[in-house]
């Protein structure tokens, strides 16, 4: 019994995730999450403890289901940074060709939310966003490329990042993102080349 118990809220979660997604924190009422999840305020808060409460395990759970495909996509090609900063931006492009998923990136429009959000889910957005910062650092500065260069690229590389998914709800077409990482990812080159030249040690 308790494991049909755990698979509903398992299954809950996963609808609370998507109301989220698709509407925002603050446009996201009670009464849309208890028709989406199938359980009354009673057994919502009960499950969960609060709506934002609820809105930090869903967030959590989009977190960790991308966060692992981007870990993935990092480590298979760290040895070729340039690969890798596409393969990451890549993992974010299928999501947007995804038809199953909303459109748009859950934790772009949560940090847009941060004004109207809990302090509790505001410090867990900016956790968030430091761990794309941190996995994309690290493949840089294993490149060569020196803290500052890889700090400031890394900055690049998760705003354009977060900015595919805003655009991608604004309508903007596929052959028009794809342009945006191919801009990216040739900055990336230019600056682990210049770094293998020798010249990007002083810049």
Excluded at 24 to 39: E, K, Q, W
Excluded at 101 to 111: D, I, R
Excluded at 113 to 133: G, I, K, M, N, Y
Aim: contains cysteine; charged residues 25%; positive net charge.
């Amino acid at each position: 019994m308790s494991g049909r118990k755990q698979f509903d809220v398992d299954a809950a979660l996963e609808r609370a995730m998507t109301a989220f997604w698709e509407g925002g924190f603050a446009a996201t009422s009670l009464d849309t999450l208890t028709t989406v999840t199938g359980l009354g305020r009673g057994s919502l808060y009960g499950a969960f403890g609060s709506k934002d409460a609820l809105f930090r395990s869903a967030l959590q759970r989009y977190a960790d289901r991308y966060g692992e495909r981007f870990d993935t996509a990092l480590e298979r090609r760290r040895k070729d940074p340039v690969a890798a900063i596409r393969a990451f931006l890549g993992v974010t492009l299928d999501r947007i060709a995804d038809p199953s998923v909303p459109t748009g990136c859950f934790l772009a429009q949560s940090t847009s939310e941060a004004p109207v959000l809990s302090p509790e889910s505001r410090d867990l957005v900016r956790v968030l966003l430091a761990r794309q910062h941190d996995r994309v650092r690290s493949v840089l500065m294993s490149a060569g490329l020196r803290r500052a260069k890889a700090d400031e690229l890394t900055s690049l590389v998760v705003a354009v990042n977060q900015s595919l998914g805003v655009l991608s709800r604004a309508g903007s077409p596929a052959g028009e993102l794809r342009s945006v990482v191919r801009a990216t990812c040739a900055a990336v080159g230019d600056a682990v080349q210049r770094t293998g030249s020798g010249s990007a040690q002083t810049a």
